[in-house]
């Protein structure tokens, strides 16, 4: 369905599990889960303006670009751990996944991906076609007895 294509992912995980912090932040947190024919994908955005949201599809892979404006220099900051500027995910898809169809909805600070299973991966019956052919004497079991012992 979905491929993850972090590297550091369990460096990340095991520093966490060591540290108790992670060792980068995370930008665009992501759950994602398959219901039925299609895949849900959800991105945690929260303060992006929808206007910044910025999503492509290339084959198999989906790029979401979103932006937080940067904060006001003249600003005293007691503190300023939220991710600013332009940052981006990638996620790639498995083939089985219909890229055409991907809709996309912004609410509450999460962006959700429905990706539909293709109809090419979709599990289908295959009709078997049945031919009653009669078998001649020679053919059965124990019929032309000459022309097997000739």
């Known amino acids: 369905m979905l491929m993850r294509t972090d590297p550091f992912r369990d460096l990340d995980r095991l520093t966490q599990q060591v540290?108790?912090?992670p060792a980068r932040p995370?930008?665009?947190?992501m759950d994602a889960w398959r219901e039925g024919d299609e895949f849900f994908a959800e991105l945690d955005l929260p303060g992006i303006d929808p206007e910044s949201l910025d999503l492509d599809v290339e084959?198999?892979?989906?790029?979401?670009?979103?932006s937080r404006p940067q904060l006001d220099p003249d600003r005293t900051m007691i503190a300023a751990e939220r991710t600013r500027g332009v940052f981006s995910r990638q996620l790639l898809l498995g083939?089985?996944?219909?890229?055409d169809a991907i809709r996309a909805d912004y609410r509450d600070g999460?962006?959700?991906?429905?990706i539909p299973i293709a109809?090419?991966?979709?599990?289908?019956?295959?009709?078997v076609t049945r031919h009653e052919q009669r078998r001649s004497?020679?053919?059965q079991p124990g019929g032309d007895r000459e022309a097997i012992n000739a």
């Open 19 to 21: 540290f108790g912090t």
């Open 59 to 66: 084959r198999n892979v989906v790029t979401v670009r979103a």
């Open 137 to 139: 004497l020679s053919e």
């Open 26 to 29: 995370v930008v665009m947190p």
């Open 95 to 99: 083939e089985n996944l219909d890229t």
């Open 110 to 114: 999460v962006l959700r991906l429905v």
């Open 119 to 127: 109809e090419k991966a979709k599990p289908r019956k295959i009709e």
